[in-house]
Nanobody, 129 residues
Framework: QVQLVESGGGLVQAGGSLRLSCAASRRNFSSYAMGWFRQAPGKEREFVAAIIWSTGFTYYADSVKGRFTVSRDNAKNTVYLQMNNLKPDDTAVYYC??????????????????????WGQGTQVTVSS
């Protein structure tokens, strides 16, 4: 079983920045794609960003385009979510997720939770106004 561990959450003022990290507990774990989701209080979990590990191709939710950047470090087997110009609406628990195997239809399903096989426990991001 693989565990994903997120870190980097915290409290920040509006307009500030945070960088989230996600690493797998198993050193030799490889995945096809990694995604970031978030869940605000009283709301459903929603897609934020994703990256295909081999190509670095990225996907973003419209609400974060231009402010968030997803990236990966092959040497560290770690995925990052750089969040700039944070807004109070970005307050949520942020989760990383991994899709283990290749999918020819990932470009259609990357926003869906079922497209991912492993999930982290989440890290809290709070943006104050």
């Amino acid at each position: 079983q693989v565990q994903l561990v997120e870190s980097g959450g915290g409290l920040v003022q509006a307009g500030g920045s945070l960088r989230l990290s996600c690493a797998a507990s198993r050193r030799n774990f490889s995945s096809y794609a990694m995604g970031w989701f978030r869940q605000a209080p009283g709301k459903e979990r929603e897609f934020v960003a994703a990256i295909i590990w081999s190509t670095g191709f990225t996907y973003y939710a419209d609400s974060v385009k231009g402010r968030f950047t997803v990236s990966r470090d092959n040497a560290k087997n770690t995925v990052y979510l750089q969040m700039n110009n944070l807004k109070p609406d970005d307050t949520a628990v942020y989760y990383c997720a991994a899709r283990a195997g290749y999918s020819a239809t990932y470009y259609l399903t990357y926003r869906q939770e079922y497209a991912y096989d492993y999930w982290g426990q989440g890290t809290q991001v709070t943006v104050s106004s």
